[in-house]
Nanobody, 123 residues
Framework: VQLQASGGGLVQAGDSLRLACAASGHNLRNYVIGWFRQTPGKEREFVAAIKGVGGATVYADSIKGRFTVSRDNSKNMVSLQMPSLKPEDTAVYYC?????????????????WGQGTLVTVSS
């Protein structure tokens, strides 16, 4: 599965961004899609995930209630809506496919990663 993340950019604190994860040749509806982020010197951090069937979602505690992950099956796309951005949200954001999701818990990422999109939030 070839994934492509897009939508990053340079914004000010309090602004919003909407990231998109798209794939060619594969229907993302069949996959658990996860969003991760990474800053220099730190491990990649789980942000949010959405199931294929049913569309259940799960979020990291650090962004719960602020970010929203959703699907647009007509566009074969998964989005991450990020309102009220903070400087600490600055990172490269990646989407991932085929992760493990069980009983409301995102267990681990799958083998397929997009190339990442940089989000920079200035104070």
């Amino acid at each position: 599965v070839q994934l492509q993340a897009s939508g990053g950019g340079l914004v000010q604190a309090g602004d919003s961004l909407r990231l998109a994860c798209a794939a060619s040749g594969h229907n993302l509806r069949n996959y658990v899609i996860g969003w991760f982020r990474q800053t220099p010197g730190k491990e990649r951090e789980f942000v949010a995930a959405i199931k294929g069937v049913g569309g259940a979602t799960v979020y990291a505690d650090s962004i719960k209630g602020r970010f929203t992950v959703s699907r647009d099956n007509s566009k074969n796309m998964v989005s991450l809506q990020m309102p009220s951005l903070k400087p600490e949200d600055t990172a490269v954001y990646y989407c991932n496919a085929e992760g493990a999701y069980l009983s409301g818990t995102y267990l681990k990422p799958g083998n397929y990663w997009g190339q990442g999109t940089l989000v920079t939030v200035s104070s």
